[in-house]
T-cell receptor, first 115, second 113 residues
Framework: DGGITQSPKYLFRKEGQNVTLSCEQN?????MYWYRQDPGQGLRLIYY???????QKGDIAEGYSVSREKKESFPLTVTSAQKNPTAFYLC??????????????FGPGTRLTVL | AQSVTQPDIHITVSEGASLELRCNYS??????LFWYVQSPGQGLQLLLK??????LVQGIKGFEAEFKRSQSSFNLRKPSVHWSDAAEYFC???????????FGAGTRLAVHP
């Protein structure tokens, strides 16, 4: 089945540590996205990538980094510079990123807790 | 600034009752509009979308939404709610250009038996 997988489902991190969240898609989509979800705030865009080897900052990129070395993979690193990293992280992908019928498909999410 | 507002944080309805979830947007031009549903601890599933044409849009699970340009609204409706509809619902909008979605804060729906 085609879809988006995120791992791990739950992740615990000590303060001062970097941690990497995995996102893989087998939908052959060009565009991929990372969102952060906090209670009562909806989803906010962290980074997005329109094509391999290219990515741009979203609205809340500070303290995060990404890479896009392969079309199917878009890992997110939460660095120690992120002041409040505890949140639910959602990865999404779409066929493209331009105008038109570009529905975003979402993965099941990773819940990160900083201890 | 572009924004999406969902005025109701929590809504409780009885099973079998009708449902309407409100969504208002603030954009310079008519955006593309979406409704997503999220079960606890899960990702988001697309219920329906509006790009152009007929202002009444049918979606999955018996949901529909009506786009009203004069009111800048895109309210979600269902004539008879089932207990399995209990979840959080997000309205989202996207303008032209790159595929950036702006989400509302969400409405959490509880269904009483």
């Amino acid at each position: 089945d085609g879809g988006i997988t995120q791992s791990p489902k739950y992740l615990f991190r000590k303060e001062g540590q970097n941690v990497t969240l995995s996102c893989e898609q087998n939908l052959n989509h060009d565009a991929m996205y990372w969102y952060r979800q906090d209670p009562g705030q909806g989803l906010r865009l962290i980074y997005y990538s329109q094509i391999v080897n290219d990515f741009q900052k979203g609205d809340i990129a500070e303290g995060y980094s990404v890479s896009r070395e392969k079309k199917e993979s878009f890992p997110l690193t939460v660095t120690s510079a992120q002041k409040n990293p505890t949140a639910f992280y959602l990865c999404a992908s779409s066929i493209g990123s331009g105008v038109g019928d570009n529905e975003q498909f979402f993965g099941p999410g990773t819940r990160l807790t900083v201890l | 600034a572009q924004s999406v507002t969902q005025p109701d944080i929590h809504i409780t309805v009885s099973e079998g009752a009708s449902l309407e979830l409100r969504c208002n947007y603030s954009y310079g031009a008519t955006p593309y509009l979406f409704w997503y549903v999220q079960s606890p601890g899960q990702g988001l599933q697309l219920l329906l979308k509006y790009f152009s044409g007929d202002t009444l849009v049918q979606g999955i699970k018996g949901f529909e939404a009506e786009f009203k340009r004069s009111q800048s609204s895109f309210n979600l409706r269902k004539p008879s709610v089932h207990w399995s509809d209990a979840a959080e619902y997000f309205c989202a909008a996207r303008s032209g250009g790159y595929n950036k979605l702006i989400f509302g804060a969400g409405t959490r729906l509880a269904v009483h038996p």
